[in-house]
């Protein structure tokens, strides 16, 4: 009969599993705020604003339908990306504030 | 002499990408989730607190270096990783109220 995990065993091998999962979350997140770096340019020097309602619409209900078959929670989908959103639109408006 | 992107056709482009790195988060996100339901069925069953206050900080260093090597503002990666923790702190209450 083969040996079961000792409890902090099977603890570590999920927290290791997550710790990689993160890394990876910070890293596409990273990716991610190179790209709305360069929206944020590209507004500035068009005159567009930093927020735009319809596209933010348009992401929130593309994500929550992901997360519906990912099963992940589609509330906390959107939260998550309000979250990211709202600290894309600050960086749009600290670019428009810095010199093209 | 190449014709220069239409301006609608640049802001498109950034957003496919921004919308392909988004499913990705969902997905890494559900994946996270997943594990961490099965660490709070861990806990419960073990009866270990739903909160590892030392287990978060060493979370919350590991992946503000990450971010620094990343380009990612470690501030922002703290935060993130605080409302994904509160998250599964509720879950994990949520999951000790439940039959084993």
Do not use: W
């Amino acid at each position: 009969m083969p040996e079961p995990s000792s409890p902090s065993t099977a603890l570590q091998e999920f927290r290791k599993s997550i710790d990689n999962l993160d890394a990876t979350l910070i890293y596409v997140l990273a990716e991610r705020f190179r790209l709305t770096k360069r929206v944020g340019e590209y507004k500035r020097d068009n005159g567009l604003p930093s927020s735009d309602k319809g596209r933010e619409a348009e992401q929130i209900e593309r994500l929550k339908t992901l997360a519906r078959e990912a099963d992940l929670d589609p509330e906390f989908a959107e939260r998550f990306l309000r979250f990211v959103i709202d600290e894309v639109i600050c960086h749009h408006e600290r670019i428009k504030s810095e010199p093209g």
